[in-house]
Structure formats: structure tokens, C-alpha cells
């Protein structure tokens, strides 16, 4: 049987075409004027989620 795609995954990941699981940067939302212009460059990128268990837990739930 075929698993339902968890619909807030889809909204917080995204898989690229290599099969990277992207995410936002925490903490980049507000309270911008006490973060250093690196900080606030770092934080506006996408960043990778490195650890093995957690991006395939996280394909899984996407279905792919």
C-alpha cells in the first residue's frame, strides 16, 4: 500500500535533482538587525540536511 505524502514536508523540504534534501535556515525571519550582514547572506540560502537518517526519513514521507 502506497504511503499518504506528508503535506508539511512538502512545504519545509524540497529534494533536488541529485537527490538533496534542501531546507530554510532557522532564525532568519525576524529580529534581523542584531545578525551580521554574513549571518543574514547565510541564513537567506537554502542549506542541506547532511544526516543520512534524517533526509531519508524525510524522502519517505514525500514518496520518491
Given at each position: 500500500m502506497k504511503l499518504k505524502t506528508k503535506k508539511i514536508v512538502m512545504k519545509r523540504?524540497?529534494?533536488t535533482k541529485k537527490g538533496k534534501v534542501m531546507h530554510r535556515v532557522?532564525?532568519?525571519?525576524?529580529i534581523?538587525?542584531?545578525?551580521s550582514k554574513s549571518r543574514k547572506r547565510r541564513?537567506?540560502?537554502p542549506a542541506e540536511i547532511i544526516t543520512t537518517k534524517f533526509s531519508r526519513m524525510i524522502k519517505r514521507f514525500i514518496n520518491t
Open positions: 523540504f524540497r529534494i532557522q532564525g532568519s525571519r525576524h534581523r538587525r542584531n545578525k541564513q537567506d540560502r
